[in-house]
């Protein structure tokens, strides 16, 4: 089994340089958008697939790092300055002959692959004439694409050393991906001699189907025949497919198409070669919720294969677990493995409900806050003190429940992201708020809270800030209640009526303001 230990990219896409470890099992990849997620997966399917077709027909234009095109074009423009884009993928150490190698940019001994594209400088003095001539444009097409191992041993699609299918779900109804998805499923199940054998068996029937079937109407029809069609495109494999219950995958909805893909993917084979590495692109697209809980069952239970997984959904990101995750963020292209978490954490998130744990860990600031009144009313006294929305800002307002915070402050620890904790005392400022996360506050966390115990809830210290507000909206409707009882008692919809009604009046509890201030610093 072929198990991925790590990548490094130079001039791909949008990384200039990428560096990037695997865990042998599973790997989910989660980011911004265009952060590069994508491209990383594209970056591993197309060194393990060794096509150059598939290269040329993406073109080097699009693969290309468009920072180090534009660098080359406004120096000197001098044939050996000319950029290179490549792929390295350093497989776990087997020794294997046929992998091993110094052939690396790190020069030293190991298993893996590479996919290079460099100038072809047998026409060098081509090359040398389009860039001595400023007003041409860059010489994609005097580049050369190479598939090596480590050991410097070349490959192509047809003997490509690592075993690997690629799902996209973006993809999911594009007929030429599922023919492809089909072809490298097939291909990863064939043992040995079985792909000629199936191929030969496959023409031959169709020339049975000619001679026999056909012939009576061809006899009837002058000077013409009808054929069937021996070219590259109407082969074996571009006429198999995946059917369930006798109904091809092509009929089936999206998001089962999605479903029947990945699982068809993960099962067990009785092949003596089954795919290595599965990369799987977004699978929550299409999906329900129950099918999608179906299908993190599904892959968690597969632990012979390894998966990288790219993600925006919460849900598979905690459920999978937290420390397998890589994290991506569009302002930076180093990699953050999470494997640092602890375990009692990473099982937290597994099990708590659905959570915005994904939102907070791709923030650059955070203001956590403790429960629906709170969060209902946050972005109004965020605009009020700064006159901007929080997104305009950078920031991001989570509510957690009061329990949660450490564990989101775990993850604030680890990724240095700004979080401020806005929280009741619950009677015992002291204890609760300032030696309760004396472990955890620093220059990038803070936790603010009502320093008077007598004010033990955001409702107090809300209402003690604005008393004339309160009692104009809630007043008139009490008969037994007091506002403050009221409000206590009915926290979210006294919230949600404040926010209606009298958001412009309010004024945000002190420790609040405090946090929005200190969260802009």
Same mark, same amino acid.
């Given at each position: 089994?072929?198990?991925?230990?790590?990548?490094?990219?130079?001039?791909?896409?949008?990384?200039?340089?990428?560096?990037?470890?695997?865990?042998?099992?599973?790997?989910?990849?989660?980011?911004?958008?265009?952060?590069?997620?994508?491209?990383?997966?594209?970056?591993?399917?197309?060194?393990?697939?060794?096509?150059?077709?598939?290269?040329?027909?993406?073109?080097?234009?699009?693969?290309?790092?468009?920072?180090?095109?534009? *660098?080359?074009?406004?120096?000197?423009?001098?044939?050996?300055?000319?950029?290179?884009?490549?792929?390295?993928?350093?497989?776990?150490?087997?020794?294997?002959?046929?992998?091993?190698?110094?052939?690396? $940019?790190?020069?030293?001994?190991?298993?893996?692959?590479?996919?290079? =594209?460099?100038?072809?400088?047998?026409?060098?003095?081509?090359?040398?004439?389009?860039?001595?001539?400023?007003?041409?444009?860059?010489?994609?097409?005097?580049? %050369?694409?190479?598939?090596?191992?480590?050991?410097?041993?070349?490959? +192509?699609?047809?003997?490509?050393?690592?075993?690997?299918?690629?799902?996209?779900?973006?993809?999911?109804?594009?007929?030429? *991906?599922?023919?492809?998805?089909?072809?490298?499923?097939?291909?990863?199940?064939?043992?040995?001699?079985?792909?000629?054998?199936?191929?030969?068996?496959?023409?031959?029937?169709?020339?049975?189907?000619?001679?026999?079937?056909?012939?009576?109407?061809?006899?009837?029809?002058?000077?013409?025949?009808?054929?069937?069609?021996?070219?590259?495109?109407?082969?074996?494999?571009?006429?198999?497919?995946?059917?369930?219950?006798?109904?091809?995958?092509?009929?089936?909805?999206?998001?089962?198409?999605?479903?029947?893909?990945?699982?068809? *993917?993960?099962?067990?084979?009785?092949? $003596?070669?089954?795919?290595?590495?599965?990369?799987?692109?977004?699978? %929550?697209?299409?999906?329900?919720?129950?099918?999608?809980?179906?299908?993190?069952?599904?892959?968690?239970?597969?632990?012979?294969?390894?998966? @990288?997984? +790219?993600?925006?959904?919460?849900?598979?990101?905690?459920?999978?677990?937290?420390?397998?995750?890589?994290?991506?963020?569009?302002?930076?292209?180093?990699?953050?493995?999470?494997?640092?978490?602890?375990?009692?954490?990473?099982?937290?998130?597994?099990?708590?409900?659905?959570?915005?744990?994904?939102?907070?860990?791709?923030?650059?600031?955070?203001?956590?806050?403790?429960?629906?009144?709170?969060?209902?009313?946050?972005?109004?006294?965020?605009?009020?003190?700064?006159?901007?929305?929080?997104?305009?800002?950078?920031?991001?307002?989570?509510? @957690?429940?009061?329990?949660?915070?450490?564990?989101?402050?775990?993850?604030? @620890?680890?990724?240095?992201?700004?979080?401020?904790?806005?929280?009741?005392?619950?009677?015992?400022?002291?204890?609760? =708020?300032?030696?309760?996360?004396?472990?955890?506050?620093?220059?990038?966390?803070?936790?603010?809270?009502?320093?008077?115990?007598?004010?033990?809830?955001?409702?107090?210290?809300?209402?003690?800030?604005?008393?004339?507000?309160?009692? +104009?909206?809630? +007043?008139?409707?009490?008969?037994?209640?007091?506002?403050?009882?009221?409000?206590?008692?009915?926290?979210?919809?006294?919230?949600?009526?404040?926010?209606?009604?009298?958001?412009?009046?309010?004024?945000?509890?002190?420790?609040?303001?405090?946090?929005?201030?200190?969260?802009? %610093?």
């Amino acid at each position: 089994m072929g198990v991925l230990q790590k990548i490094k990219l130079c001039n791909f896409k949008r990384f200039q340089t990428l560096e990037a470890r695997f865990s042998p099992d599973l790997n989910v990849l989660i980011g911004d958008n265009e952060s590069g997620k994508s491209s990383i997966l594209l970056a591993v399917d197309l060194t393990l697939g060794g096509s150059r077709t598939r290269v040329e027909t993406l073109g080097l234009e699009s693969l290309f790092n468009s920072a180090a095109i534009e *660098a080359f074009l406004e120096s000197d423009r001098r044939i050996e300055d000319l950029p290179l884009l490549s792929v390295e993928l350093y497989l776990d150490e087997q020794n294997d002959p046929d992998l091993n190698g110094t052939n690396n $940019s790190e020069g030293r001994a190991c298993d893996g692959v590479q996919l290079v =594209c460099s100038p072809n400088y047998l026409v060098s003095a081509d090359i040398a004439a389009i860039l001595a001539d400023d007003s041409s444009a860059f010489p994609f097409e005097y580049y %050369e694409v190479t598939f090596n191992t480590f050991s410097g041993k070349p490959y +192509a699609a047809y003997n490509r050393p690592v075993r690997h299918v690629h799902i996209d779900s973006a993809h999911i109804n594009n007929e030429y *991906a599922t023919r492809e998805y089909i072809k490298d499923l097939y291909l990863a199940h064939v043992q040995g001699t079985e792909k000629s054998k199936h191929s030969n068996e496959y023409r031959r029937h169709k020339e049975s189907f000619q001679a026999d079937v056909l012939r009576e109407l061809n006899d009837r029809v002058e000077r013409y025949d009808f054929v069937l069609r021996t070219t590259g495109k109407a082969t074996l494999e571009s006429d198999l497919t995946i059917a369930e219950e006798g109904i091809a995958i092509q009929n089936k909805g999206r998001g089962q198409q999605c479903f029947i893909k990945t699982a068809f *993917a993960l099962n067990r084979s009785r092949s $003596s070669a089954p795919i290595d590495i599965l990369l799987m692109e977004e699978p %929550e697209n299409h999906l329900s919720h129950v099918n999608m809980k179906r299908l993190i069952g599904m892959i968690r239970e597969r632990t012979e294969k390894q998966l @990288v997984i +790219a993600t925006h959904n919460s849900l598979i990101s905690t459920r999978l677990d937290l420390r397998k995750c890589l994290l991506l963020n569009s302002n930076n292209t180093a990699v953050a493995l999470l494997d640092n978490l602890t375990e009692d954490t990473a099982l937290f998130f597994m099990k708590a409900p659905s959570s915005n744990v994904l939102e907070f860990i791709l923030s650059q600031r955070v203001i956590l806050v403790e429960g629906d009144a709170e969060y209902i009313l946050a972005e109004a006294f965020f605009k009020k003190i700064t006159g901007h929305a929080s997104e305009d800002s950078n920031t991001h307002i989570i509510s @957690v429940g009061g329990t949660s915070f450490k564990r989101y402050l775990e993850l604030a @620890v680890l990724l240095d992201i700004k979080t401020a904790v806005v929280r009741d005392n619950d009677g015992n400022y002291q204890q609760n =708020c300032v030696e309760g996360f004396a472990e955890y506050t620093g220059a990038n966390i803070q936790v603010f809270s009502e320093s008077d115990n007598e004010k033990r809830t955001f409702e107090i210290s809300l209402y003690a800030q604005n008393a004339p507000v309160c009692d +104009a909206l809630f +007043a008139a409707s009490r008969r037994t209640l007091t506002v403050q009882e009221y409000m206590l008692g009915n926290k979210a919809e006294a919230a949600f009526a404040l926010l209606l009604h009298k958001a412009d009046e309010l004024e945000p509890p002190r420790y609040f303001a405090d946090a929005i201030a200190w969260i802009r %610093e």
